[in-house]
């Protein structure tokens, strides 16, 4: 089973950055799209950012486009998501997520087949 375990989230200031990882247990990324998505409280959770398996396409969510940017080491199965001019409006649990797709991706949750435990990110003054 496939496991993705995600690191780097911390407390920031508004205006400020992070750099999100996400560890595979395996090589994932010539079978699976890679998302990331959070979830703030009490809020449902949402998609932020995905990347095909090619990736040459990566999609993300309106309030985060410009700010964040995903990337990949397909040395390392890693992949990561530079957050920059945080705003208190990005605090949330940030979530890795893989989806068997091999043409596309997708910011939904149906089309997530695994999840990450999550990782915390607090923006505040």
């Known amino acids: 089973q496939l496991q993705l375990a995600e690191s780097g989230g911390g407390s920031v200031q508004p205006g400020g950055s992070l750099r999100l990882s996400c560890a595979t247990s395996?090589?994932?990324?010539?079978?699976?799209?890679i998302g990331w998505f959070r979830q703030a409280p009490g809020q449902d959770r949402e998609g932020v950012s995905c990347m095909t398996v090619s990736g040459n396409e990566i999609d993300y969510a309106d309030p985060v486009k410009g700010r964040f940017t995903m990337s990949r080491d397909n040395a390392k199965n890693i992949v990561y998501l530079q957050m920059n001019t945080l705003k208190p409006e990005d605090t949330a649990v940030y979530y890795c997520?893989?989806?068997?797709?091999?043409?596309?991706?997708?910011?939904?949750?149906?089309?997530?087949?695994?999840w990450g435990k999550g990782t915390l990110v607090s923006v505040s003054s």
């Open positions: 395996e090589f994932t990324f010539d079978s699976y799209a």
């Open positions: 997520a893989a989806e068997r797709n091999l043409y596309s991706c997708n910011l939904f949750e149906s089309a997530v087949a695994y």
